[in-house]
């Protein structure tokens, strides 16, 4: 067994909940994770500095942030990785391991996770317009105001959806979403 594992007890069942989790022993700490991740402004800690701080045994330090709760899935961080790290699953472990311990102190955070997993299941994919208004707006009205031209841009552009639009077969979608909750559940 890994010294780091024996000495590290969270480290170990951070790594033993997440499928693929041992490949965090090979983390380079090379930052593709946290050069990749479109939520990054808004952590706290970039995923590469979670890794670091898990490697070290914060674990207190680790679930009382808001890292894993602005991750939003998109896989960018784990299709980059050399390592082939499971990142987004490993911070899927970390929200579960905040949420049991109710260490994580950013209490906006799960209302972000939330609001995008529900465009997710309605949609089939992200709305960026409609989250960040609708979490900006209920949470920190006036703290996004100089994105505004950043976001004009983007919409002048054509880079940023008015409206959401729906996938193709968003009920093949719905059902595989309802299949991995019951999975969750069992």
Not at 136 to 154: D, E, I, V, W
Request: hydrophobic share 35%; glycine share 6%; with cysteine.
């Amino acid at each position: 067994m890994d010294p780091t594992l024996i000495s590290n007890p969270f480290l170990s069942e951070v790594i033993e909940a997440t499928p693929g989790g041992d490949a965090l022993l090979t983390c380079l700490q090379c930052g593709t994770c946290s050069g990749s991740c479109p939520s990054g402004p808004d952590m706290d800690h970039s995923p590469r500095k979670i890794f670091a701080m898990l490697r070290a045994g914060e674990h207190e330090e680790v679930l009382k942030s808001n890292t894993a709760w602005y991750c939003v899935s998109c896989y960018s961080c784990m299709v980059r990785c050399p390592k082939e790290i499971p990142i987004t699953d490993i911070m899927y472990t970390l929200k579960n391991k905040a949420v049991k311990s109710d260490l994580y102190e950013d209490k906006d955070a799960p209302d972000w996770s939330k609001t995008f997993v529900g465009y997710v299941e309605n949609y089939g994919r992200s709305f960026e317009l409609g989250l960040a208004t609708r979490y900006h707006l209920t949470h920190k009205p006036l703290s996004k105001t100089n994105l505004a031209s950043f976001g004009l841009g983007m919409l002048i552009k054509g880079r940023l959806a008015l409206r959401p639009e729906k996938i193709k077969s968003i009920n093949q979608l719905r059902a595989i979403l309802k299949k991995a909750k019951t999975m969750e559940g069992a």
